[in-house]
């Protein structure tokens, strides 16, 4: 089992950067596939990226491709979402899960996920 502590949320400015973290309590943590989800007001949960248990292989939802890069420390048992050229639309509550699935291309939909944390706001103005 594995808990996870999103941290890194905030208010930013249309165009500005954030970087979220992740951090994953348990031994096993390098056993897991991760993945950052969003959920604006009045939407349902959706994938922003996600990355496989040893870092190889990550896997973009469009809307953020080339603005988004995720990575992980599978020392420190930390996942990580840089974000660049923030929008508006990218306003939302952003909540990093953990699967066990191996898969070769790390899993891109919420019902494979097992653990959750309790996500972190953020906030981007025009």
């Known amino acids: 089992q594995v808990q996870l502590v999103e941290s890194g949320g905030g208010l930013v400015q249309a165009g500005g950067s954030l970087r979220l973290s992740c951090a994953a309590s348990?031994?096993?943590?390098?056993?897991?596939?991760m993945g950052w989800f969003r959920q604006a007001p009045g939407k349902e949960r959706e994938v922003v990226a996600t990355?496989?248990?040893?870092?190889?292989?990550?896997n973009y939802t469009d809307s953020v491709k080339g603005r988004f890069t995720i990575s992980r420390d599978n020392a420190k048992k930390t996942v990580y979402l840089q974000m660049n050229d923030l929008k508006p639309e990218d306003t939302a509550a952003y909540y990093c899960?953990?699967?066990?699935?191996?898969?070769?291309?790390?899993?891109?939909?919420?019902?494979?996920?097992?653990?959750w944390g309790q996500g972190t706001q953020v906030t981007v103005s025009s």
């Open positions: 899960a953990a699967t066990p699935r191996l898969d070769w291309l790390p899993p891109m939909s919420t019902i494979e996920y097992n653990y």
């Open positions: 348990g031994r096993t943590f390098s056993s897991y596939a």
């Open positions: 990355i496989s248990w040893s870092g190889g292989r990550t």
